[in-house]
């Protein structure tokens, strides 16, 4: 019998009908007292890694880097490649690793790269202690899916050196650089509008997360200290009732 199967066990109650709450015709097996707490309250996020079949056990991340954009809350895990195993391809490493831009030779990590779930529903933590139930509203939910902006650099520095390449085959007469006027323009009120309505766009928007600096973060596993710590605080220290105010519809 696992742990939480013991602690219901703690809190069954004798077998009773459920038409009193105007349930289906079924037995009540266990009654189970819930409590809510707010010692984590805009803080608990909830980490999906839809790439992945199973849950995360500790050790299995283990990322050598974690940092977050606190005002747009982008956060990103770099998690090591086993550079020396079989199935790592080392030339084709070797040319993407240019795309890190941190001067590496080998692609050596992959970045896992947060995207945000729209909120259509409101989601709980819980916690089963004692034949009590803890709950904690969960504040955020994000996908982390393997980012690719190192091919973004790749094919960047690609084009650079072709374009450098095109202009060192142009003739001297089309170096030649003519003098050209320059028009100072007031803008309109309807330039100003549009350049309003520029500025709330959604490029406007990666410009400015792209402006925003990363903040490293300290990655603590499954099972640590630390993680146990907040584990704790996923308890409610108060036991007393929440009067209802609600009606029966």
Known sequence: MSEIDHEMKDALAPGRSAAAYGLPNDEIVAEVPVYLTQKLAKQLHLLQYPQKNGKVVAGELNPSEARIKPVHGQLELDIPLDVGGPMYNEERGRELGMGLGDGRQLLDITTLGSVDIPKNSDYLAGVIQNGELHLTAIEKVTQLRPSLKYLDKVAEKKL???????????DEESKDVKA??????VRSAQAEEALRQQQSSIAYMQQKLEEEPWSKLKYYDVGSSESQAMLSKLIADSRENVACTSGAD
Not at 160 to 170: I, R
């Open 180 to 185: 050209q006027s320059v028009q100072v323009t």
């Open 160 to 170: 650079a050196d072709s374009k450098v390449d095109d202009f060192d085959e142009l």
